[in-house]
């Protein structure tokens, strides 16, 4: 049982490119989230998810996009990286049903020169 | 989902009970009371949760006012290694627009 699991732990990117940020999980949990949080700040939420098929938008969502064809991965997909996107991303999972709390992954460490 | 207030951080002796307060005073009936840590850089952790009942696991205990406006979480034996940044936040669990937003929350230093 591996948790939640981010790749890659670190990345560069030159402004404009595009890259995707995998994130899976093997708890079976229904709900998936990403986060950012820049340095020295709160972690802000980019989009969410309730199911395979299913998402939406969080509280910072424009210049990502996301899907959710299985119920174990995630990706969070940059589509033309700006500075402003230098970040540490953070995945997160939870069952649907009951009260729990998330599971975060260790995230990854993106700068974008 | 409510707001939440948190100081924005706290000191606290090794081995010494840490509580830190949390007010929610916007909380309506069907929303939890939930605490993470984020220690250093690495992914927050969950720690606990709560309605309005008190709650404790092997990490903490939960305190919840009766008028669930304010909780605190109390770490009993604050060693150094819990020197984090502490979350709390209230949501309605099970909703179809599940999200968790997380504040500034509290910075909190256990000292020697």
């Known amino acids: 049982n591996a948790g939640v699991t981010q790749t890659p732990k670190f990345q560069v990117l030159k402004t404009g490119q595009s890259m995707t940020l995998q994130c899976a999980q093997d708890m079976n949990h229904e709900y998936m989230s990403w986060y950012r949080q820049d340095p020295g700040m709160g972690l802000r939420l980019i989009h969410y998810s309730v199911g395979a098929g299913i998402t939406d938008q969080g509280e910072v969502p424009n210049g990502y996009n996301v899907s959710r064809s299985t119920t174990e991965d995630f990706p969070l997909r940059l589509l033309s990286a700006a500075p402003s996107q230098t970040s540490v991303y953070f995945c997160?999972?939870?069952?649907?049903?009951?009260?729990?709390?998330?599971?975060f992954g260790s995230g990854t460490r993106l700068t974008v020169v | 989902d409510a707001k939440t207030t948190q100081p924005t951080s706290m000191d606290c002796a090794e081995g010494r009970a840490a509580n830190l307060p949390c007010n929610h005073s916007?909380?309506?009936?069907?929303?939890?009371v939930y605490w993470y840590r984020q220690i250093h850089s690495q992914g927050p952790q969950y720690i606990i949760h709560?309605?309005?009942n008190n709650e404790t696991n092997e990490m903490a205990s939960l305190i919840i006012t009766e008028d669930r406006k304010s909780s605190t979480l109390i770490l009993p034996h604050a060693t150094l290694r819990d020197t984090a940044v502490y979350y709390c936040i209230v949501r309605v669990p099970n909703t179809g627009g599940f999200k968790t937003i997380f504040g500034a929350g509290t910075r909190l230093f256990v000292k020697a």
């Open positions: 709560g309605l309005k």
């Open positions: 997160a999972s939870s069952y649907g049903r009951g009260n729990y709390g998330y599971t």
């Open positions: 916007t909380i309506s009936g069907n929303e939890y």
